[in-house]
Structure formats: structure tokens, C-alpha cells
């Protein structure tokens, strides 16, 4: 059975499509877990009146904890030996749990990671081939495409056993990021399965396009809640000076957005201070940055007053268009 978890926050103009695309799916052994995370619109009656009609779904209303509590809400509570996520202002095609569940159990995988399509306004943008090949990757392969985001971290993008996922950290923003990292940590295979089959909206109403309180300090957690899952699980032994050169870009581009971003000097000092304190003291082989990388690790380094005034005021290695 798959357990599908759908957290539910203001998205009552898009939550019918979302909920209609899963009771049409051709695969019927599943059971839905809607958590209502305390929205304010009228989306905590839509989740009463669906699970009304269909006993498979249960509904969760909670007050508000962000989505990666409520996710957890209902991963506490899921029986299905298969977990799957879908946004309540998004949707899925009709044989997707089908497609998803058949590829795990033909390649014994225990993710299948597959393609979506981007639906703005009136135009969809398909991301990937789309044509219908399976590749299997090994534990290895898998993490070293996550850690270098050639495989992108989003849960809503795969079907995971039960058995390799845990709860999600609690961060408002980027949780994603970190959690899918550590859970692919558990997978000995992956399928990738090159199906478009899921519809992401470019919502502006969505949180994941409004501001944070705290966004880059929540971009920082996770790239170091990352490094750690690389540590403990002492993971790519060979490529040790690469993760270390991704973990520094990954360093300066928070620095950065924190020295560009609209609060006080002092604050920004403050902050990028804190983040790159692991930085300044671990040697960098700078030969893996570029030019760009190089000049802001050096003053992150040896010169952080430098390096905020520096990123604060000028838009020197911003791209004109």
C-alpha cells in the first residue's frame, strides 16, 4: 500500500485538482493523509468534505508548524509500506502511483525518483526526456548526484519505502534540501524513472516563493546538516577535497546572499560571521573555485568587514541582461 501525504496551507483554489488527481489514479491500494497545518481559508472544510467520501483518507488538522511538521504528522500515523508526497496546490497524472509502484517492485529499487512538469499560467515546461527509460543507480551514484544537485532534492519527486525515511527536520524552509539527502543515505538502489508524471504550479502564493524569516541561516543548517550525513556515514572517501570544495561554495553563496540582503551592517557581520566560522578554519585548496569563489573565500578568510561591505554594495559579479 502507499501511504500519500499531502500538507495542506491557503491553497484552497487548487487543493480539488490536487485531491481529484489522486482518487483517479488506475492504482487503488493506498490511503491519503491530508494535514491541515492550521490554514486560515477554507481548505480545512475541502479535507473534511473529501475524506467524507472516500475512507481512505484521513485528514489531520493541527495549528500551524510549518510543512515539515506536518508532514510528519502524518508520517507518525502512515501504515503503507510505500510513502509519497504531493503539494495540495499541485497535481498528478492518472497512472502515476501505477508507473511508480510497478518500477519499484520490477527493479527491487527502494526510491524510484521521476520527472515533472512545470505549469505556469498557461504554458507547461516538460523537465526531462520524458522517454520512459528506467536507470538504476547504486547507493554511491545516487548520493553523489543529490550531493552535487545533479539530482534534484525534492521528496514530491519520488516513492520511497517506508523503511528508509524518517521525520523531516524542523525547518520552515529547505527542508527538502537536507531530509532527502539523509533518506537516499539509506537506499542501496535507485530507479530513475524518466516519466513525467507530476504537475508542479508556479503558484506566487505559494510559501516556497515568499520570504523566510531567517531563509539563509535555514540554507545554512542544511547544507551542514548534509556535510554531517557525509561524515557520520563516512560516505565518498574518495572525493573528499570535492565535497569539501562544495561545501565551501555552498558556504559563500549564503554569505553572500547575506551580505546583499536588507538588513543592518552589524547584523550581516554578525551572521556571516557565524557562517563561515568552520570555513576559516579548515585549509581550501582553491584551485576547485573559480575566480569569483576564490577572492570571496579569501576575504570570508581573512576579511570579513571587506567581504560584506564588499557584497553589500556592489553588483560587480551580477550578470547583465
Not at 155 to 167: A, D, G, H
Not at 174 to 193: P, Q, V, Y
Not at 198 to 207: A, I, T, W
Request: proline content about 3%; hydrophobic content about 40%; overall charge positive.
Amino acid at each position: 500500500m502507499i501511504s500519500i501525504i499531502v500538507p495542506v496551507y491557503k491553497t484552497e483554489k487548487f487543493l480539488r485538482q490536487c485531491l481529484d488527481s489522486i482518487r483517479q489514479q488506475t492504482f487503488n491500494d493506498w490511503e491519503m493523509w491530508i494535514v491541515d497545518d492550521g490554514s486560515p481559508d477554507n481548505s480545512p472544510a475541502i479535507c473534511d468534505e473529501y475524506a467524507a467520501k472516500d475512507k481512505r483518507i484521513k485528514v489531520i488538522h493541527q495549528n500551524n508548524q510549518g510543512i515539515a511538521m506536518a508532514r510528519n504528522s502524518a508520517i507518525k500515523q502512515c501504515n503503507g509500506d510505500m510513502v509519497f508526497f504531493v503539494d495540495s496546490d499541485d497535481w498528478i497524472e492518472p497512472d502515476t502511483l501505477a508507473s511508480l509502484a510497478n518500477t519499484m517492485q520490477e527493479t527491487g529499487a527502494d526510491m524510484v525518483v521521476y520527472e515533472h512538469i512545470v505549469e505556469k499560467g498557461n504554458k507547461s515546461v516538460t523537465k526531462g526526456k520524458n522517454d520512459g527509460s528506467v536507470t538504476i543507480l547504486n547507493r554511491e551514484e545516487t548520493l553523489w548526484k543529490i550531493f552535487t544537485n545533479e539530482m534534484p532534492s525534492y521528496v514530491w519527486l519520488t516513492l520511497f519505502k517506508r523503511e528508509i525515511i524518517s521525520l523531516f527536520t524542523d525547518m520552515r524552509s529547505f527542508e527538502d534540501h537536507c531530509t532527502f539527502f539523509s533518506w537516499a543515505s539509506n537506499a542501496n538502489t535507485t530507479a530513475c524513472l524518466s516519466r513525467a508524471l507530476y504537475h508542479y504550479r508556479m503558484n506566487p502564493d505559494s510559501l516556497l516563493h515568499k520570504p523566510v524569516k531567517n531563509h539563509n541561516m535555514l540554507m545554512y543548517k542544511a547544507i551542514n546538516i548534509r556535510m554531517s550525513v557525509v561524515r557520520e556515514k563516512h560516505l565518498f572517501p574518495d572525493r573528499q577535497e570535492e565535497c569539501k570544495a562544495i561545501y565551501v561554495r555552498g558556504i559563500i553563496k549564503v554569505a553572500k546572499d547575506i551580505a546583499r540582503s536588507p538588513i543592518s551592517y552589524a547584523e550581516k557581520l554578525k551572521l556571516v560571521e557565524e557562517v563561515s566560522e568552520e570555513l576559516r578554519n579548515m585549509p581550501i585548496d582553491y584551485r576547485r573555485l573559480n575566480a569569483k569563489q576564490r577572492l570571496r573565500a579569501y576575504l570570508l578568510k581573512h576579511h570579513l568587514p571587506l567581504f560584506v561591505r564588499f557584497n553589500s554594495a556592489t553588483s560587480i559579479f551580477v550578470k547583465k541582461h
